[in-house]
């Protein structure tokens, strides 16, 4: 019997870590994941084959029919190319604006702490109050052509998101406003970590302050430039509560990135063509976004 006790008590040890393992703490994780992830997804997949819709009850195998009735409508093309501009971008304005920011915010003064809060907020703030909100400033009635027209001495009325060239343009500056304070922050990160043995080297050299940045710290920078583009393309692929809140779309439809066209188009009961659309965002994504993703990466390891 005593020869069996430390046995037992081996046993009983291995049954209560067995027990109390870390994974099992994921496992509810895993459930919500799989539930509201992983299995939408696959639906996905499978009624973009289909004649879903909200006019009939049944609902039959099509093929690829959803496929060649969007390739033949030019929205679809229309709709695509105009996510692509806006990612663009949303992408350049987004980590141009960041990395300026970065760069005049380094020292830490209190000055710079209360800056980088005041720039963070936006980031915080709901995306459709953002959109309404400079919705409403840019309005020709607005409150931008009112200081303008305060500035100028004369009454101002213009459509800032009234033109079909132009409105793009404003609504990615609007997008990157509210999310360049993620990226200053990411920037600010890059420029901490900085090894200080290698700046002092480029001031030995008599390197200025100009050509330093550019030719030591920018390139260190590689991989939160890597991050920050790589979060704003994704993020302005997927976009839609601003460009909703602000133009919905118009005028003309020239800022209708694709988003909003699935937005319209499961609106009107059809829904299936809606998933295909889904379908395609996703491939896109996975076809333009992550290559630049990849050769970021790559310029990380040469640099």
């Known amino acids: 019997m005593r020869s069996r006790r430390p046995d037992h008590r081996h046993s009983?040890?291995?049954?209560?870590?067995?027990?109390?393992?870390?994974?099992?703490?994921?496992?509810p994780a895993f459930v919500?994941?799989?539930?509201?992830?992983?299995?939408?997804?696959?639906?996905?997949?499978?009624?973009?084959?289909?004649?879903?819709?909200?006019?009939?009850?049944?609902?039959?195998?099509?093929?690829?029919?959803?496929?060649?009735?969007?390739?033949?409508?030019?929205?679809?093309?229309s709709s695509l190319r105009i996510t692509l501009v806006y990612a663009v971008l949303v992408a350049i304005f987004q980590n141009v604006f960041g990395l300026a920011l970065a760069v005049l915010l380094e020292r830490d003064t209190r000055l710079n702490r209360f800056a980088r809060v005041c720039f963070f907020i936006p980031v915080v703030m709901s995306a459709l109050a953002v959109g309404y909100i400079f919705q409403a400033l840019l309005k020709p009635e607005g409150a931008l052509n009112g200081v303008v027209?305060?500035?100028?001495?004369?009454?101002?009325?213009?459509?800032?998101?009234?033109s079909t060239t132009w409105t793009i343009v404003v609504v990615a500056l609007i997008h990157a406003w509210k999310w360049m304070g993620l990226s200053m922050l990411i920037y600010l990160a890059g420029?901490?970590?900085?090894?200080?043995?290698?700046?002092?080297?480029?001031?030995i050299d008599g390197a200025s302050t100009w050509k330093a940045?550019?030719?030591?710290?920018?390139?260190?920078?590689?991989?939160?430039?890597?991050?920050?583009?790589?979060?704003?393309?994704?993020?302005?692929?997927?976009?839609?509560?601003?460009?909703?809140?602000?133009?919905?779309?118009?005028?003309?439809?020239?800022?209708?990135i694709l988003n909003i066209f699935i937005y319209r188009t499961f609106g009107q009961g059809l829904f299936a063509q809606a998933t295909t659309m889904s379908l395609i965002l996703f491939l896109m994504v996975v076809v333009l976004a992550f290559p630049v993703i990849r050769t970021l990466r790559k310029r990380e390891e040469v640099l």
């Open 32 to 77: 919500v994941l799989g539930i509201f992830f992983f299995l939408p997804t696959v639906y996905n997949f499978v009624y973009a084959f289909t004649d879903w819709s909200g006019f009939k009850s049944e609902i039959n195998f099509v093929g690829f029919d959803n496929f060649q009735n969007l390739a033949s409508s030019g929205t679809l093309f």
């Open 149 to 162: 027209g305060a500035v100028l001495g004369t009454d101002v009325t213009v459509a800032w998101l009234g």
């Open 213 to 256: 940045f550019w030719a030591v710290r920018f390139p260190l920078l590689a991989p939160a430039v890597t991050f920050s583009v790589a979060t704003a393309l994704l993020g302005s692929m997927n976009g839609f509560d601003i460009v909703q809140a602000t133009t919905e779309g118009g005028p003309a439809r020239t800022t209708e």
């Open 12 to 27: 009983a040890q291995a049954r209560a870590e067995k027990n109390n393992h870390p994974g099992r703490f994921l496992v």
């Open 191 to 203: 420029l901490k970590t900085m090894p200080e043995d290698i700046l002092e080297a480029a001031r």
